[in-house]
C-alpha cells in the first residue's frame, strides 16, 4: 500500500524539543526528494523543510531554520525532522510529503501523510 | 518570499454548480503552481500541477489554467465528494501556499 505515516507528535513544552518521524511504504524511497510541510493555526499551510533523494541536501523555511533538522535513513524508508527550541507559534500538524519528481526535486506534493499533532505548551 | 493569495476565501454552491477559485503570486512563477484538495482528517491530495496537468486518478472535472501571476482552479459540475478546501502553492522558488478556500455546501 503506498502511504506516508507520521508519528512522534505530542506536547512539548517551549525550548524543548521532539523528532517526528515519517515511515514510507509502497514507494521507491530512495528514489524521491521528500518533504515536511506543517498547518498551524497563525500561517495555514506552511513548508518547512526539504531533503534530496539521496540525503546530501537540505532546505528549511527562515522561520525554523537553525531550530529543525531534517533527516532521512534510506535503508529504512523513513524521514525524520528534529524539533528543537520549540516556541508557541510551532504548534500544529506535520505532515510529511513526497516529491512529485523522481530524483530531481521539484517541490510539487503528490503523496502526504495524515499528520501528526505538534502541541508547544508549558 | 513569494506571496500567495486566493479568492474567495469561501464560498457555498450546491451538487452540479461549476466553481472557479482564483490564485494570485507576488511575482511572476511562470506555470509553477499546484492546486491541492483537503479534508478534515485525511491526508492533502494533489490535483493539479504545473497550472494546468490533471494528476493521475483525479477526475476530470477539475482542472487548472493560468501563467505568471494569475491563476484558476475550475471545478465543472460540482461532486459532494468535492466539498473541501483548496490551497494554491508556487513551486518556483522556496514553496509558499495560498490561504485557502473552503468550498461548502448553500
Known amino acids: 500500500q503506498v502511504q506516508l505515516v507520521e508519528s512522534g507528535g505530542g506536547v512539548g513544552q517551549p525550548g524543548r524539543a521532539l523528532r517526528l518521524s515519517c515511515e514510507a511504504s509502497?514507494?521507491?524511497?530512495?528514489?524521491?526528494?521528500m518533504h515536511w510541510v506543517r498547518q498551524t493555526p497563525g500561517k495555514g499551510l506552511e513548508w518547512v523543510a526539504s531533503?534530496?533523494?539521496?540525503?546530501?541536501?537540505?532546505f528549511e523555511a527562515d522561520s525554523v531554520k537553525g531550530r529543525f533538522t531534517i533527516s532521512r535513513d534510506n535503508p529504512r524508508s523513513t524521514l525524520f525532522l528534529q524539533l528543537d527550541s520549540l516556541r508557541a507559534e510551532d504548534t500544529g500538524i506535520y505532515y510529511c510529503?513526497?516529491?512529485?519528481?523522481?530524483?530531481?526535486?521539484?517541490?510539487?506534493?503528490?503523496?502526504w501523510g495524515r499528520g501528526t499533532l505538534v502541541t508547544v505548551s508549558s | 518570499d513569494i506571496q500567495m493569495t486566493q479568492s474567495p476565501s469561501s464560498l457555498s454552491a450546491s451538487v452540479g454548480d461549476r466553481v472557479t477559485i482564483t490564485c494570485r503570486a507576488s511575482?511572476?512563477?511562470?506555470?509553477?503552481l499546484n492546486w491541492y484538495q483537503e479534508k478534515p482528517g485525511k491526508a492533502p491530495k494533489l490535483l493539479i500541477y504545473?497550472?494546468?496537468s490533471l494528476q493521475s486518478g483525479v477526475p476530470s472535472r477539475f482542472s487548472g489554467g493560468g501563467s505568471e501571476t494569475e491563476f484558476n482552479l475550475t471545478i465543472n459540475s460540482l461532486e459532494p465528494e468535492d466539498f473541501a478546501t483548496y490551497y494554491c502553492?508556487?513551486?518556483?522558488?522556496?514553496?509558499?501556499f495560498g490561504p485557502g478556500t473552503k468550498v461548502d455546501l448553500k
Open positions: 510529503a513526497k516529491d512529485r519528481r523522481r530524483i530531481q526535486r521539484s517541490d510539487t506534493f503528490d503523496l
Open positions: 509502497g514507494i521507491m524511497f530512495t528514489a524521491y526528494a
Open positions: 531533503i534530496s533523494h539521496d540525503g546530501k541536501y537540505k
Open positions: 511575482q511572476n512563477i511562470r506555470n509553477l
Open positions: 504545473v497550472a494546468s
Open positions: 502553492q508556487q513551486s518556483y522558488s522556496r514553496p509558499s
